[in-house]
């Protein structure tokens, strides 16, 4: 039975867990149907914009920058240098049930040097699309256990993030030689990750 | 060289320092590690307690808005509203010889201001710590870590300071509620309107 998170809650992951040595983290969110659509807005609104986001991780030191910026792993690169984390894959829409966007990590491959993996959301193009996270539901982080595909934990987004343009959704991080989750759900104005990513530059 | 506590254990205090007259409290954290974009202000409280663990008198309630207490044996030396930069981000001064002799106890509270509305808990706070130190030399005497133990709280009770027949001991508590300062005010006897 996985675990439930709440924001800012952290869970053990290899503590009284040794065999557990890859993760796969699974990001999901679903866009709201907007209120005044149907036929008539169908006819005259035009075309609905898609509705893109995005999952990006960053590799971050022990002070919390990224040192390199191919520790951000995002669509355009799809896996970090030491090869321990790799995204699976844009998903461009959001819809169907399950995980939208999933990134494999290989915990014991983690260069020393890395001491946080941060899952970071945004919304592709938003602001000409005019689009924030007040428009998504259902957002969620959780962790598996790739060897027997046992959900470990999971934190579902509950919070109003209406003009909000990117999530800082959770984070793997080092402490006392073992691995923790912690369920972040902060959210920020960056409209992209490369303005996200400055922060931490 | 500083004692360095775990949750729970209980040190003495005068009786290791002989002439212990003057103590400063620093308490510190670092906040906002991932820019939520909200403003985070942490505030150190302080509740002067009499034999039933409650406070006797408003006034015996030190915080941002009442600086001063335990007839002035008490001083809180002001709110930092950001929690930046190292070292302790709020201070509370203790002249240990002039504590009133019906006050049995002093804690020591850490609470988010407005965490509610702000969607904030101690889950986004890092690095939290109190420690003791001699005002007279800066000698720092007792510290503990909070660590990782808290998550969803808003309101932390850290430390208190106790008597001990005739000597002053130092508890580390680390006990965490829910509902920020209002929770900790109830708890300690204070009804807040």
């Given at each position: 039975m996985?675990?439930?998170?709440?924001k800012?809650?952290?869970?053990?992951?290899?503590?009284?867990?040794?065999?557990?040595?890859?993760?796969?983290?699974?990001?999901?969110?679903?866009?709201?149907?907007?209120?005044?659509?149907?036929?008539?807005?169908?006819?005259?609104?035009?075309?609905?914009?898609?509705?893109?986001?995005d999952?990006?991780?960053?590799?971050?030191?022990?002070?919390?920058?990224?040192?390199?910026?191919?520790?951000?792993?995002?669509?355009?690169?799809?896996?970090?240098?030491?090869?321990?984390?790799?995204?699976?894959?844009?998903?461009?829409?959001?819809?169907?049930?399950?995980?939208?966007?999933?990134?494999l990590?290989?915990?014991?491959k983690?260069?020393?040097?890395?001491?946080?993996?941060?899952?970071?959301?945004?919304?592709?193009?938003?602001?000409?699309?005019?689009?924030?996270?007040?428009?998504?539901?259902?957002?969620?982080?959780?962790?598996?256990?790739?060897?027997?595909?046992?959900?470990?934990?999971?934190?579902?987004?509950?919070?109003?993030?209406?003009?909000k343009?990117?999530?800082?959704?959770?984070?793997?991080?080092?402490?006392?030689?073992?691995?923790?989750?912690?369920?972040?759900?902060?959210?920020?104005?960056?409209?992209?990750?490369?303005?996200?990513?400055?922060?931490?530059? | 060289?500083?004692?360095?506590?775990?949750?729970?254990?209980?040190?003495?205090?005068?009786?290791?320092?002989?002439?212990?007259?003057?103590?400063?409290?620093?308490?510190?954290?670092?906040?906002?590690?991932?820019?939520?974009?909200?403003?985070?202000?942490?505030?150190?409280?302080?509740?002067?307690?009499?034999?039933?663990?409650?406070?006797?008198?408003?006034?015996d309630?030190?915080?941002?808005?009442?600086?001063?207490?335990?007839?002035?044996?008490?001083?809180?030396?002001?709110?930092?509203?950001s929690?930046v930069?190292?070292?302790?981000?709020?201070?509370?001064?203790?002249?240990?010889?002039?504590?009133?002799?019906?006050?049995?106890?002093?804690?020591?509270?850490?609470?988010?201001?407005?965490?509610?509305?702000?969607?904030?808990?101690?889950?986004?706070?890092?690095?939290?710590?109190?420690?003791?130190?001699?005002?007279?030399?800066?000698?720092?005497?007792?510290?503990?870590?909070?660590?990782?133990?808290?998550?969803?709280?808003?309101?932390?009770?850290?430390?208190?300071?106790?008597?001990?027949?005739?000597?002053?001991?130092?508890?580390?508590?680390?006990?965490?509620?829910?509902?920020?300062?209002?929770?900790?005010?109830?708890n300690?006897?204070?009804?807040?309107?």
């Amino acid at each position: 039975m996985a675990i439930s998170l709440q924001k800012g809650q952290k869970i053990d992951l290899t503590k009284g867990n040794a065999g557990l040595s890859e993760l796969v983290v699974g990001l999901g969110w679903d866009p709201v149907e907007q209120a005044g659509g149907g036929f008539l807005s169908g006819l005259f609104g035009g075309k609905k914009a898609e509705f893109d986001c995005d999952a990006s991780v960053l590799l971050l030191d022990a002070n919390g920058k990224i040192t390199n910026k191919d520790n951000i792993i995002f669509f355009r690169n799809l896996k970090s240098p030491c090869g321990s984390v790799v995204h699976l894959g844009d998903n461009r829409t959001g819809g169907g049930d399950g995980d939208d966007e999933q990134i494999l990590i290989q915990l014991n491959k983690v260069p020393s040097d890395i001491h946080k993996i941060v899952f970071v959301v945004n919304i592709y193009d938003c602001q000409n699309r005019k689009q924030d996270f007040g428009m998504i539901s259902n957002a969620f982080i959780r962790v598996v256990n790739k060897a027997d595909m046992k959900e470990i934990t999971r934190y579902n987004l509950t919070e109003n993030y209406a003009g909000k343009t990117a999530l800082i959704v959770g984070e793997v991080y080092r402490h006392q030689g073992e691995w923790k989750f912690g369920a972040l759900g902060e959210s920020t104005q960056d409209v992209s990750l490369s303005t996200l990513v400055g922060k931490y530059s | 060289m500083a004692v360095s506590l775990s949750k729970g254990q209980k040190v003495d205090l005068t009786k290791t320092n002989p002439g212990l007259k003057n103590i400063v409290i620093g308490l510190g954290w670092d906040t906002n590690k991932y820019d939520g974009g909200q403003d985070f202000d942490l505030d150190a409280s302080v509740f002067i307690l009499g034999t039933t663990g409650k406070v006797k008198d408003e006034k015996d309630f030190v915080f941002y808005n009442n600086p001063k207490g335990a007839q002035d044996a008490v001083v809180h030396t002001g709110d930092n509203r950001s929690g930046v930069g190292d070292g302790d981000d709020e201070q509370i001064k203790v002249d240990l010889a002039r504590i009133p002799a019906d006050v049995e106890k002093i804690a020591f509270t850490i609470t988010i201001h407005d965490a509610e509305a702000r969607k904030q808990n101690f889950g986004q706070v890092a690095n939290a710590y109190v420690r003791v130190f001699n005002e007279e030399g800066g000698t720092e005497l007792i510290r503990y870590d909070l660590g990782e133990d808290f998550s969803v709280e808003t309101a932390i009770v850290v430390a208190e300071l106790y008597r001990n027949g005739a000597e002053w001991k130092f508890n580390a508590i680390g006990s965490g509620f829910k509902g920020g300062l209002g929770a900790l005010c109830a708890n300690f006897g204070l009804s807040v309107a």
